[in-house]
């Protein structure tokens, strides 16, 4: 449904009433480090990559979390892509004949060091879930 832009900037503003079905849907990822640690975690669960079409799908299902890429002052999610870090840190590949975009991690070695650091919280975060027996 096509709406204003008026009225979807006042849904996602914190005085806006957007905020009783933003918690019911669990809680938005506004800052792009925090959406770097949600993808490499992500792509420790799948490996061969994330459909782009599925990818909120996978985040509100796997981690309780909302993306929007209207959080991040853009119109499609492919645009986020196109900023920092994560036009470094994800590659954008296409399948099927092009109709099928994944996303997939690149090269960590090329990583900025702040980068590098997500990487191994994720990494250590899953590692810690993977055991729930010593989970904390």
């Known amino acids: 449904m096509l709406k204003p832009i008026q009225t979807v900037l006042c849904q996602l503003s ?3 009433n957007g905020g009783a079905a933003d918690t019911a849907e669990g809680e938005e990822i506004k800052e ?6 949600v993808l490499f975690r992500m792509l420790l669960h ?6 782009l079409c599925r990818m909120k799908q996978m985040i509100k ?3 309780q979390r909302k993306l929007s890429e209207m959080a991040f002052q853009c119109t499609k999610l492919i645009e986020l892509f196109n900023q920092e870090p994560l036009n470094e840190t994800f590659v954008l ?7 099928s975009i994944y996303v997939r991690l690149g090269n960590p070695e090329t990583f900025s060091d702040h980068v590098k650091r997500i990487y191994a919280m994720a990494n250590s975060a899953e590692a810690k879930s993977a055991l ?3 989970a904390a």
């Open 14 to 16: 914190p005085d806006g």
């Open 32 to 37: 792009m480090d925090d959406l770097t640690m």
């Open 46 to 51: 799948h490996p061969s990559g994330i459909r």
């Open 61 to 63: 299902h796997e981690f």
């Open 93 to 99: 590949d296409t399948e099927n004949d092009g109709k």
């Open 132 to 134: 729930p027996g010593l």
